[in-house]
């Protein structure tokens, strides 16, 4: 199957500082990929669908300048949480999809916290 | 709004007993249907899905699922499980017609099989 690699896997910082999450499709082109997030004990909840060459469309209740999305290549989206807060801490998920294919193809997750 | 429940948060069977997994969707439109399963440590990987046809779908490692229309469920099955199917499962669901693969998952189901 396609692979998705998600980059860092685990991150600290501190409060206030921005911190970047890399997805990459390692063998596939991804036109659209999607950024989630999990609260423990919770299921995965869609944040942003980030598409090659556009801007990213939010889901209700997701500060778009709080989370920042961009897919400048058909390989690589990246989200940047900026002034990161201990609220913010969480485990983000990507996932992409092939063409015409609704089956998604997820990266390992990260854990982010903020101290 | 639209959801996906998940019964059971943590099962935990002997091998060779037999596994469902409840799944409910409250959606009154057609659906996809997926059963994603996370291993200790690895990505979520794509267990079976069910788009349209016969509404008794088979996956990998043994696995099935039954679509019930009137029921809104897509309950997963495996009639003797092993110790390696411990792992984190998550039904999700894909409104037909959403405009974009927009997965909504379930809470997920921790399983835990001892050997």
């Known amino acids: 199957g396609a692979v998705v690699s998600q980059h860092p896997s685990r991150v600290i910082c501190k409060s206030g500082t921005s911190v970047k999450i890399e997805c990459r499709s390692l063998?596939?082109?991804?036109?659209?990929m999607f950024w989630y997030r999990q609260f423990p004990k919770q299921s995965l909840m869609l944040m942003a669908t980030?598409?090659?060459?556009?801007?990213?469309?939010?889901e209700q209740g997701v500060e778009k300048d709080k989370f920042l999305i961009n897919h400048a290549s058909l390989t690589l989206s990246t989200l940047t949480v900026t002034s990161a807060h201990p609220e913010d801490s969480s485990f983000y998920i990507c996932?992409?999809?092939?063409?015409?294919?609704?089956?998604?193809?997820f990266g390992q997750g990260t854990r982010l916290t903020v101290v | 709004a639209q959801s996906v429940s998940q019964h059971n948060h943590h099962v935990i069977l002997s091998e060779a007993a037999s596994l469902e997994l409840g799944c409910n969707y409250s959606?009154?439109?057609?659906?996809?249907l997926f059963w994603y399963v996370q291993y200790p440590g690895q990505h979520l990987q794509l267990l079976l899905k069910?788009?349209?046809?016969?509404?008794l779908v088979k996956g990998i490692k043994g696995f099935e699922a039954e679509f019930i229309k009137s029921k809104f469920s897509f309950n997963l099955r495996k009639p003797s499980v092993q110790w390696s199917d411990t792992a984190e499962y998550f039904c999700?669901?894909?409104?037909f017609g959403s405009g974009t693969y927009k997965y909504i998952f379930g809470t997920g189901t921790r399983l835990k099989v001892l050997a």
């Open positions: 999700a669901v894909i409104p």
């Open positions: 069910y788009f349209s046809g016969d509404p």
């Open positions: 959606y009154g439109g057609t659906v996809n």
């Open positions: 980030s598409n090659e060459g556009s801007k990213a469309t939010y």
């Open positions: 063998d596939f082109q991804a036109t659209t």
């Open positions: 996932s992409a999809s092939l063409a015409g294919s609704t089956e998604a193809f």
